[in-house]
């Protein structure tokens, strides 16, 4: 990609007319092995119509059941929600990137994405969102993130769901977090069941970050209180 890809202005171009989740998918590759998205090029997704609209799920690329997938050098923004998302995927390789320009307070931008998915390597890229900028979600392991510098943004996210979730083998390494509302963090929901384990974060700089380091065992998102459990998942190493 050398040239500019742009999503429709329309959000009623790009909208689901059935119950699957594909059509939410601006770009998709869908059970690939070898797959090299590269070149001096942007996509941008042009989020901004979007935002408002919060029970939206778009995202911008989206890779699932996908195997020897390399990203690099390209410039993503202005996702209407995830920029780019890993999904059941494994050996995915994600190297000078740059993911900008979706501003605070537009809701779940989150630059990348991982879950269900093994053996990511991302680094030596820039992101700065309105959410996460690396969210590493459930049932992952061998997660490699290295020499990356965020905000504004989230920060670095491991966890969320918890309902069952498995989570190891993180390694978080040379990072620069610049004015984050939060840095690296683990964030579960109480009373799920599974195991964040083996997480390693390394020469870490938060300069600006409103909460440097958090580990949440209760954690909640909704618009409603969350119901007081006893049960939560366990976090160790």
């Known amino acids: 990609i050398d040239g500019q890809i742009i999503a429709p202005e329309n959000i009623n171009q790009w909208k689901c007319h059935d119950s699957s989740s594909i059509c939410e998918n601006w770009i998709l590759f869908y059970h690939v092995d070898g797959l090299f998205i590269h070149g001096s090029g942007s996509l941008d997704g042009r989020g901004s119509n ?22 690099s050098n390209l410039k993503f923004l202005n996702s209407p929600k995830k920029h780019i998302f890993i999904l059941e995927s494994t050996w995915v390789y994600i190297s000078n990137v740059e993911i900008v320009h979706a501003p605070p307070g537009s809701p779940n931008t989150d630059g990348i994405y991982v879950s269900r998915s093994s053996n990511v390597y991302v680094e030596h890229s820039h992101i700065a969102t309105g959410d996460d900028c690396i969210s590493i979600g459930p049932d992952t392991s061998h997660i490699n ?34 004015g984050t509302t939060n840095g690296v963090r683990i964030k579960t929901w109480q009373g799920g069941k599974g195991y964040i384990r083996d997480v390693l974060f390394e020469e870490i700089q938060c300069i600006g970050a ?28």
């Open 50 to 71: 979007w935002w408002e609209h919060s029970k939206c799920n778009h995202k911008e690329i989206k890779i699932i059941q996908s195997n020897n997938v390399y990203i």
């Open 145 to 178: 993130v290295n020499n990356i510098k965020c905000g504004p943004g989230h920060g670095i996210s491991i966890g969320k769901y918890g309902k069952r979730e498995t989570i190891e083998h993180v390694t978080v390494k040379n990072i620069e977090l610049r």
């Open 210 to 237: 409103r909460n440097p380091i958090i580990i949440d065992q209760f954690y909640c998102d909704s618009d409603k209180p969350c119901k007081n459990q006893i049960l939560a998942v366990k976090i160790s190493n």
